[in-house]
């Protein structure tokens, strides 16, 4: 017997957007793209392993929830798991390996580590929030836009901040099943007095998002930057997606320096070879302000510990330790700046 967790999902995801489109108009032009959005994610054409990642959400089993907590560190949903259950779970969840972003809990009690099936990825994406939530303007019944959002670890963690919507954006169709599979089992824990879900995924990178749709209150960008060929455009899409007035969150990579100060990597990063621009702090908050943002500041910056990034049970490849110097964690393989992140929040 299967669930229809995503179809139900993405039917919440549409009448979010007819809500929204009766208020502010540009939300029709999102409606009109969804039904090519959420195809597209499924076609074995575009993505060999989709099928095989449908089948593994639409196979979990039902369980009795009793409570979920989006404002735990390792998001909770707190369950009755019998031993048949567990063990299918995990092996359901372990063919959407790898995961990169959480962690979570099923099954288990809240705060008790020993108990459920722990979802142990390779970020602890709860340090992240940690550093980043102390600064931000309330979500309280905000509408939130999290953009490379991953599994939707942070994006849960927004919906357990308060925030009104939260719309979760990431062209990975791995993540987008992952977020599924979480879903399935949080259900309707997220909803609305009416009982309309407040989080939600769309399957496809920020540029693929009508320009100039000015309906966040709050718009993040964690991690994405520096995979973008032109910073600059990036920074004025996510400028679009703001009302006036609105907040932006933006982590990324940096490095020290001055104003003028911006490393470009000839090959790779960190075994990455999508890292185009590393600025230092003052130089991205230049950039920002080139953008059209006011109120710019940095809010943190840390240096990425190789027990934050790490490779785990349900993450098996290779990992930070892997991409720096064996014998000098300051640098990676390649002789860089080891990873160090800034987060900054400005004003549109």
């Given at each position: 017997m299967?669930?229809q967790?995503?179809a139900?999902a993405?039917r919440?995801?549409?009448?979010?957007?007819?809500?929204?489109?009766?208020?502010?108009?540009?939300?029709?032009?999102?409606?009109?793209?969804?039904p090519?959005w959420?195809?597209?994610?499924?076609?074995?054409?575009n993505?060999?392993?989709a099928?095989?990642?449908q089948a593994?959400?639409?196979?979990?089993?039902?369980l009795?929830?009793?409570?979920?907590d989006l404002?735990?560190?390792?998001?909770t949903?707190e369950a009755s798991l019998?031993?048949?259950?567990?063990?299918?779970?995990?092996?359901l969840?372990?063919?959407l390996?790898?995961w990169?972003?959480?962690?979570f809990k099923?099954g288990?009690?809240?705060?008790?580590?020993?108990?459920g099936?722990k979802?142990?990825?390779?970020?602890?994406?709860?340090?992240k929030?940690?550093r980043?939530?102390?600064?931000?303007?309330?979500?309280?019944?905000?509408?939130?836009?999290?953009?490379?959002?991953?599994?939707?670890?942070?994006g849960?963690?927004m919906?357990?901040?308060?925030?009104?919507?939260v719309?979760?954006?990431?062209?990975?169709?791995?993540?987008?099943h992952q977020?599924?599979?979480?879903r399935?089992?949080v259900?309707?824990?997220?909803?609305?007095?009416?009982?309309?879900?407040?989080t939600?995924?769309?399957p496809?990178p920020?540029?693929a998002?009508?320009?100039?749709?000015?309906?966040?209150?709050?718009?993040?960008?964690?991690g994405?930057?520096?995979h973008?060929?032109?910073p600059?455009?990036?920074?004025?899409?996510?400028k679009?997606q703001?009302i006036?007035?609105g907040?932006?969150?933006?982590e990324?990579?940096?490095?020290?320096?001055?104003?003028?100060?911006?490393l470009?990597p000839h090959?790779?990063?960190?075994?990455?070879?999508?890292?185009?621009?590393?600025?230092?702090?003052?130089?991205?908050?230049?950039w920002?302000?080139k953008?059209?943002?006011?109120?710019v500041?940095?809010?943190?910056v840390?240096?990425?510990?190789?027990?934050?990034?790490r490779?785990?049970?349900?993450?098996?490849?290779?990992?930070?330790?892997?991409?720096?110097?064996?014998?000098?964690?300051t640098?990676?393989?390649?002789?860089?700046?080891?990873?160090?992140?800034?987060t900054?929040i400005?004003?549109?």
């Amino acid at each position: 017997m299967t669930n229809q967790t995503i179809a139900n999902a993405e039917r919440e995801l549409y009448l979010t957007l007819l809500a929204l489109a009766q208020q502010q108009p540009s939300a029709y032009e999102w409606l009109k793209q969804l039904p090519t959005w959420l195809g597209d994610i499924k076609d074995k054409a575009n993505y060999a392993h989709a099928p095989a990642y449908q089948a593994s959400v639409a196979r979990l089993p039902e369980l009795i929830v009793n409570t979920v907590d989006l404002n735990s560190d390792v998001l909770t949903i707190e369950a009755s798991l019998s031993k048949s259950q567990r063990k299918q779970t995990t092996a359901l969840l372990k063919q959407l390996m790898p995961w990169r972003k959480g962690p979570f809990k099923i099954g288990g009690q809240i705060g008790d580590d020993e108990s459920g099936i722990k979802i142990d990825t390779e970020w602890h994406s709860d340090w992240k929030w940690q550093r980043v939530a102390p600064y931000l303007s309330t979500l309280k019944n905000r509408r939130v836009l999290d953009v490379g959002g991953g599994s939707g670890y942070h994006g849960w963690r927004m919906a357990g901040a308060g925030a009104d919507t939260v719309i979760i954006v990431d062209p990975s169709c791995l993540f987008y099943h992952q977020f599924m599979a979480i879903r399935h089992f949080v259900g309707s824990a997220d909803a609305h007095e009416t009982g309309r879900y407040r989080t939600h995924y769309i399957p496809v990178p920020l540029e693929a998002l009508p320009a100039h749709s000015q309906l966040f209150d709050t718009v993040f960008s964690m991690g994405v930057l520096y995979h973008r060929q032109s910073p600059f455009e990036h920074l004025q899409q996510l400028k679009g997606q703001l009302i006036k007035g609105g907040e932006l969150v933006l982590e990324t990579l940096v490095i020290e320096g001055d104003a003028n100060t911006v490393l470009v990597p000839h090959d790779r990063y960190a075994q990455m070879n999508n890292v185009y621009f590393l600025p230092s702090v003052a130089a991205l908050i230049g950039w920002l302000k080139k953008a059209g943002f006011h109120d710019v500041r940095c809010v943190d910056v840390d240096v990425t510990t190789i027990e934050e990034q790490r490779k785990t049970e349900w993450m098996t490849y290779h990992s930070l330790v892997d991409f720096l110097d064996p014998n000098d964690h300051t640098k990676t393989v390649e002789g860089y700046p080891a990873p160090m992140r800034a987060t900054l929040i400005a004003k549109k």
